[in-house]
């Protein structure tokens, strides 16, 4: 059902089975389908759930996944747009090195940060097309 080399170590999973949202809950199903070469990960813990709500719920759904933002500059006009769009980048993201490790493909961008992506090339090129270098549909394992 998963392919757990992509789920990153940081990545939480949730063993509660008896929680009301564990059925349609993609770190529950996560956990219930861990297959046995793997014997130690980060989970929620129980009292996580408050009067019934998880602030650590995510659906199980497969969404719209990027990789590699190098792509985005090719339909920018100008030199300069494009050089505010890598300084606006790199600020949104936190690091150079972060900007980095997105741009190359190394981190996965989920469907919010696209479009904050989106709408930091429009800010600088409000005509610009924005492709990113590769989409696909997966589960979203970039959230904490």
Not at 68 to 86: D, L, P, Q
Not at 90 to 97: I, M, N, Q, R, V
Not at 105 to 112: A, D, F, S, T, Y
Request: contains cysteine; proline residues 4%.
């Amino acid at each position: 059902m998963f392919d757990y080399e992509k789920i990153p170590d940081w990545w939480a999973f949730c063993p509660k089975s008896d929680c009301k949202m564990a059925e349609t809950c993609l770190r529950h199903q996560a956990c219930a389908h861990v297959p046995a070469k793997y014997t130690r990960w980060l989970c929620i813990l129980p009292h996580a759930i408050k009067e019934g709500e998880c602030k650590y719920y995510l659906k199980t759904e497969k969404v719209t996944m990027a990789q590699g933002i190098a792509s985005i500059y090719k339909n920018v006009k100008s030199r300069e747009a494009r050089t505010n769009i890598r300084f606006a980048l790199t600020a949104h993201l936190g690091s150079k090195g972060t900007y980095y490790r997105y741009k190359d493909g190394e981190r996965l961008i989920n469907p919010k940060l696209q479009q904050e992506i989106i709408d930091i090339v429009h800010r600088y090129d409000p005509d610009a097309e924005v492709c990113f270098d590769k989409t696909f549909e997966d589960y979203d394992f970039t959230q904490f």
